[in-house]
């Protein structure tokens, strides 16, 4: 009943920038927490940033600083903009979206992933 769209991944060399963006879309009455999180293989998946709805943002220590979450509630997109990358900053990023669907019922839906990768 909700569906995800995740964009703005790709290659970029070390030091350089890249803004992911994920769009929502449904049933939705309104949506409390969206966030990104990133996974390599072999290793679980882990929180990089999240933003609630009163943009309270909470960011993982390895990105602080270098990474800035935001979101545009009238299009129920959040975006992760991603500056100074490093080659550990590679992995699989999935946004993750909470909220009320039109029914009250609340709801978590996952993006379908997309990858950045930071190398020379």
């Known amino acids: 009943q909700v569906q995800l769209v995740e964009s703005g991944g790709g290659l970029v060399q070390p030091g350089g920038s890249l803004r992911l963006s994920c769009a929502a879309s449904?049933?939705?009455?309104?949506?409390?927490?969206m966030a990104w999180y990133r996974q390599v293989p072999g290793k679980e998946r882990e929180l990089v940033a999240s933003?609630?709805?009163?943009?309270?943002?909470k960011y993982a220590d390895s990105v602080k600083g270098r990474f800035t979450i935001f979101r545009d509630n009238a299009k129920n997109t959040v975006y992760l903009q991603m500056n100074s990358l490093k080659p550990e900053d590679t992995a699989e990023y999935y946004c993750n979206v909470g909220g009320l669907l039109l029914t009250g019922a609340h709801f978590g839906s996952w993006g379908q992933g997309t990858q950045v990768t930071v190398s020379s």
């Open positions: 449904g049933s939705i009455f309104s949506i409390n927490v």
């Open positions: 933003i609630t709805s009163v943009v309270s943002t």
